[in-house]
């Protein structure tokens, strides 16, 4: 299937019948469940309410970890397709001093487990390798509601419905499905993203793309940070992240790039003009993306017929671990709904049973500890380096 052939306008219909699974959102984690259960010959159908998969781009670079993401991808049958996706070089990292001063620098040796891809050229062969009409686009859900005995009608915007037997919550932040479990609701992280693009950096963006060099580049401080990847088409990808309340980024008129990109510069004051250039240099508008997050620890019951996977069961800031976690969440519950073929109360409480306590973990340490940091006086250039040492103890 090409993705782009599912490019269609989306007219009200009459309720379709009951479907076996019904997956909200297509997503990377969604996406894998969808082809999990292909693979194992289920029915699928996921309702996602973009209009067409080139409604709005897909983000930026992936790291995809061979501990969750990859093993995603093989339960998937994918790897080939990964692997001719994998963007060499970009698992490089640099972590600069705020004067510009390198003090890590690691090439990227083809040995790293974390290996780089555009989001958005994952999320197209996830798409290809469904059967046409899987995804139904332009369904954005408006509720849903129990109706007994495991079954759910989940109701759409333009008035129409459908019932299933097995609902799937794979609807990020403000999932519309997570009600059905759980009052719990996200709440504010206390950082947030202004992102914004170089292009055509080596020769446009001289100074900035010596510093950000092959793969990666962060450049930390108490309450701020500059991070910056290198993507595919010698693009730049700055992401700042500032501690900073909601409220002082709503002052901020985003409609006004100029005034927004000098408010937020002003933020690196005395910093080097290569990492600062990053910023005032940006051939894009600034956005600005808050940071939302869920209990770290968040259960519920299991409740007959329905249950949530990625952001839509444990939102974290962004950690590296939140597209592999989905797309590992999506793998694990297609791979016990194909185990339980006659149950899927036993299916959905093994799935359930496993990803508590791996998204709590992954939360704990990875989300956690940098969210802490970031205000503290040990948010420096060394204290960084000294917790990528830890990380790779862990994995070791």
Do not use: C
Not at 101 to 114: E, N
């Amino acid at each position: 299937m090409n993705s782009q052939d599912q490019n269609q306008s989306h007219n009200p219909v009459p309720t379709p019948a009951p479907t076996p699974v019904t997956i909200i959102g297509a997503g990377l984690g969604g996406l894998t469940l969808a082809r999990v259960l292909h693979v194992h010959g289920i029915p699928v159908t996921v309702y996602e309410a973009e209009s067409s998969p080139s409604e709005r781009r897909q983000g930026g670079l992936l790291d995809i970890h061979d501990y969750n993401g990859q093993l995603a991808l093989k339960a998937a049958d994918l790897m080939d397709e990964f692997h001719a996706i994998v963007l060499e070089g970009r698992q490089a990292m640099r972590v600069l001093d705020r004067d510009g001063s390198v003090l890590m620098d690691k090439a990227d040796d083809g040995t790293g487990g974390r290996p780089e891809v555009q989001r958005g050229e994952l999320r197209r062969i996830l798409l290809d390798s469904l059967p046409d009409g899987t995804v139904r686009w332009g369904h954005k859900v408006t509720g849903a509601r129990a109706l007994g005995e495991g079954r759910h009608e989940v109701t759409f915007a333009d008035g129409g419905s459908v019932v299933t037997g097995l609902l799937v919550g794979a609807d990020g932040a403000w999932s519309r499905v997570r009600p059905l479990l759980t009052a719990a609701a996200p709440e504010y992280a206390g950082t947030s993203f202004v992102e914004t693009y170089l292009y055509e950096a080596d020769t446009r963006h001289p100074a900035a793309a010596k510093a950000v060099g092959g793969g990666g580049m962060i450049a930390p401080a108490p309450g701020a940070e500059i991070f910056a990847h290198r993507e595919s088409g010698d693009t730049l990808h700055t992401y700042v992240i500032l501690s900073k309340p909601q409220d002082w980024f709503d002052a901020i008129d985003f409609t006004d790039p100029a005034a927004a990109t000098a408010r937020i510069a002003a933020e690196f004051e005395g910093w080097a003009p290569e990492l600062t250039a990053l910023i005032t240099e940006g051939d894009t508008a600034p956005v600005m993306r808050p940071h939302f997050t869920l209990p770290t620890e968040l259960r519920w019951d299991r409740v007959p017929g329905v249950t949530l996977i990625g952001d839509a069961a444990h939102l974290t800031a962004p950690n590296g671990e939140g597209a592999n976690l989905a797309m590992l969440d999506g793998a694990e519950l297609g791979k016990s709904l194909a185990a339980h073929p006659d149950d899927i109360e036993a299916a959905l409480t093994e799935y359930e049973q496993a990803m508590f306590p791996r998204s709590a973990e992954a939360a704990a340490f990875e989300g956690a500890k940098v969210l802490d940091s970031i205000d503290s006086d040990e948010n420096t250039a060394q204290g960084l380096i000294d917790m990528f040492n830890e990380f790779e103890k862990r994995q070791a």
